[in-house]
Antibody, heavy 120, light 110 residues
Framework: QVHLVESGGGVVQPGRSLRLSCAVS????????MHWVRQAPGKGLEWVAV????????YYEVSVKGRFTISRDNSQNTLYLQMNSLRPEDTAVYYC?????????????WGQGTLVTVSS | QSVLSQPPSASGTPGQWVTISCSGG????????VYWYQQLPGKAPKLLLY???QRPSGVPDRFSGSKSGTSASLAISGLRSDDEADYYC???????????FGGGTKLTVL
């Protein structure tokens, strides 16, 4: 059974950093691309970043590029999102999502999310 | 402002047929598949359709999808009360090198 469990969310002041983790089980993590997608309170979904299965390349949404870093540890079946220089507009539930096996560009299975609140 | 455009709301009565549109551009829907996600209140999104019209295992055939040019649509037949949810379209955007989502459509079953 596929499981994705996000952790690391919380309240943080503007300008500070936070690292999110996503522990996965039930599938061969190293064979899948992985995404982070966020949802601000009462708003729609916004894609954040993707890491391909080999961890060799990543892509980012323009507003987080240069501030956020997606990474993965295939030996630990864990995906990360390092978030630096946080802004109030980064406040959202952050979902970890698996990329589809045949086309990793698209998320298929999602975790339950972790809430990040950026506020002074 | 989302890259893909969806109506903010849609509604229908039980048993009816309802459609939700998704409009984009050449670099996203015009060049790539469309995916649809269902988000029930308070829950994580769930994949509803992939490759514009394919249903994952477990998704009833009441849900169907189509794509033409730079637009796509989701159709739900035999509307049920538990279909009440937010629905999002998504596509890879070749120009942005990322996934773009529609703003979401809140479906109300009257």
């Amino acid at each position: 059974q596929v499981h994705l469990v996000e952790s690391g969310g919380g309240v943080v002041q503007p300008g500070r950093s936070l690292r999110l983790s996503c522990a996965v089980s039930g599938f061969s993590f190293s064979n899948y691309g992985m995404h982070w997608v966020r949802q601000a309170p009462g708003k729609g979904l916004e894609w954040v970043a993707v890491s391909w299965s080999d961890g060799g390349s990543e892509y980012y949404e323009v507003s987080v590029k240069g501030r956020f870093t997606i990474s993965r540890d295939n030996s630990q079946n864990t995906l990360y999102l390092q978030m630096n220089s946080l802004r109030p507009e980064d406040t959202a539930v952050y979902y970890c999502a698996r990329g589809e096996l045949l086309d990793s560009r698209y998320p298929d299975f999602w975790g339950q999310g972790t809430l990040v609140t950026v506020s002074s | 402002q989302s890259v893909l455009s969806q109506p903010p709301s849609a509604s229908g009565t039980p048993g009816q047929w309802v459609t939700i549109s998704c409009s984009g551009g050449i670099s996203n829907i015009g060049s790539n598949y469309v995916y649809w996600y269902q988000q029930l209140p308070g829950k994580a999104p769930k994949l509803l359709l992939y490759n514009s019209k394919q249903r994952p295992s477990g998704v009833p055939d009441r849900f169907s999808g189509s794509k033409s040019g730079t637009s796509a649509s989701l159709a739900i037949s035999g509307l049920r009360s538990d279909d009440e949810a937010d629905y999002y379209c998504a596509a890879w955007d070749d120009r942005l090198s990322g996934v773009v989502f529609g703003g979401g459509t809140k479906l109300t079953v009257l």
